[in-house]
């Protein structure tokens, strides 16, 4: 089945300790992306890639980090997580972003105490 | 911010009736595409109308793009409860995908 996972999907911790939320897509998809999903905000950019190695800024990346290393995964680390970082995070996959879906991951809710 | 205005940002009808919604940027519209979500799940890609295109109809969706106004909507119609959820539209670039801050329907039998 064509699917993005994220992990993990909840996730409560504490101000300053690093963490990594996992993402992996199964369909061989170029580009790869990061969403926060705020309340009245909508969906923002955090992160894009698109290919391995190839990785750059969206409309709110301070606080966040990315790699890719390999086509499948893109992880989303938060070196020093604060407060104001707690959302709903959502990875995409694409094969082209102009004309084609982006393929959702499940989300996962970070609360950062 | 290049993020689309979504009106209204919540929609109540019932059962049979018609639901539209529009979005609008400040900055050009090149592929426009919409998405739903049910309650916080992910995004569910439902339709995509490309720059030169007026109208693009799917099943019970339809939608217009204006690109001289910089606006889409989108209607869905003979509503059911399933169709109970936030749309959000997505502007589409070369390396971005920019989406509005989405309508919040709710469709009651």
């Known amino acids: 089945e064509a699917q993005v996972t994220q992990n993990p999907r909840y996730l409560i911790t504490v101000t300053g300790k690093k963490l990594t939320v996992t993402c992996s897509q199964n369909?061989?998809?170029?580009?790869m992306s990061w969403y926060r999903q705020d309340p009245g905000l909508g969906l923002r950019q955090i992160y894009y890639?698109?290919?391995?190695?190839?990785?750059d800024k969206g409309d709110v990346p301070e606080g966040y980090k990315v790699s890719r290393k390999e086509k499948r995964n893109f992880p989303l680390i938060l070196e020093s997580p604060s407060p104001n970082q707690t959302s709903l995070y959502f990875c995409?996959?694409?094969?082209?972003?102009?004309?084609?879906?982006?393929?959702f991951g499940p989300g996962t809710r970070l609360t950062v105490l | 911010s290049q993020q689309g205005e979504e009106d209204p940002q919540a929609l109540s009808i019932q059962e049979g009736e018609n639901a539209t919604m529009n979005c609008s940027y400040k900055?050009?519209?090149?592929?426009l595409q919409w998405y739903r979500q049910n309650s916080g799940r992910g995004l569910v890609h439902l339709i995509l109308?490309?720059?030169?295109?007026r109208e693009k109809h799917s099943g019970r969706l339809r939608v217009t793009l204006d690109t001289s106004k910089k606006s889409s909507s989108l209607l869905i119609t003979a509503s059911r409860a399933a169709d109970t959820a936030s749309y959000f539209c997505?502007?589409?670039?070369?390396?971005?995908?920019?989406f509005g801050k989405g309508t919040m329907l709710l469709v009651s039998p």
């Open positions: 900055t050009s519209i090149n592929n």
């Open positions: 995409a996959s694409t094969s082209g972003l102009d004309y084609n879906e982006q393929f």
């Open positions: 109308i490309r720059s030169n295109e």
């Open positions: 997505a502007n589409s670039g070369y390396s971005t995908l920019t």
């Open positions: 369909m061989n998809h170029e580009y």
């Open positions: 890639s698109m290919n391995v190695e190839v990785t």
